[in-house]
């Protein structure tokens, strides 16, 4: 008989936990401080934070490839380029509505609860909506773009024919928009998250790194790959 091995995890559950609720938080606070500028008038640097809190939510969902991750992976190497890079981020972003499809399946409501079906049906579609509206205006690039504008929305811009304020750059109406799709998906993973839903979440990757074996992890893992590259096509295009 075989001898089965069991995987050595990147790191501790403990770990991956310290940083959903740190990413969890701050992008409730990045959201509130955009929402702030917003009222009072400063729009270019609330389209600013507002990016910043997309960037968060992307780096929480390459938190969660921690939760079954080696060290030499490409769940492990995801992780650190979310940590260097902004364009990394924000390329990640678009896979956040698959993290927070895991993360509805973790509440005792997900398929027994007719409302909450309801409600997460809505929120996500209203997602997909905002998200679709930011993509219309960036046109090409999607939200990698988006980075362009964050920095627009800080600094001054020069050119030959002289310089730039952000309040002139950045259109109200697009920072605006911007801000609504930070705001739905925060608060749709402080609605998947919170009433113990993260301690159910972590509960369920333990019992998983308890149960799998290195060569079932792998598996999984390539059934996974196919099931992407099916609705997305070839990640490395």
Not at 85 to 107: R, W
Request: one cysteine or more.
């Amino acid at each position: 008989m075989r001898k089965r091995i069991k995987r050595r995890y990147r790191n501790s559950l403990e770990y991956v936990e310290s940083g959903f609720k740190a990413c969890w938080r701050n992008t409730q606070d990045l959201v509130e401080a955009s929402n702030i500028l917003l009222e009072k008038g400063f729009h270019a640097q609330a389209l600013s934070l507002s990016v910043l809190a997309l960037e968060e939510l992307a780096k929480l969902r390459a938190i969660d490839g921690l939760l079954y991750a080696r060290q030499d992976d490409h769940k492990s190497e995801a992780f650190v380029k979310a940590g260097r890079s902004h364009a990394a981020k924000l390329i990640m972003f678009e896979m956040v509505p698959l993290f927070l499809g895991n993360l509805a399946m973790t509440d005792p409501r997900y398929g027994r609860d007719e409302a909450f079906a309801r409600t997460l049906v809505i929120t996500i579609e209203n997602l997909r909506r905002d998200g679709n509206e930011v993509m219309a205006c960036l046109e090409k690039d999607a939200f990698l773009r988006l980075d362009e504008f964050k920095q627009a929305g800080f600094y001054v811009s020069a050119s030959e024919d002289g310089f730039v304020a952000p309040r002139e750059r950045i259109d109200h109406s697009f920072s605006e928009m911007v801000h609504r799709l930070a705001w739905r998906a925060t608060s749709t993973v402080d609605f998947l998250l919170k009433n113990g839903n993260l301690k159910r979440y972590m509960d369920t990757g333990r019992r998983i790194r308890a149960a799998l074996s290195e060569e079932q992890h792998e598996e999984l893992e390539r059934v996974g790959k196919e099931l992407f590259s099916q609705t997305f096509g070839d990640p490395s295009d």
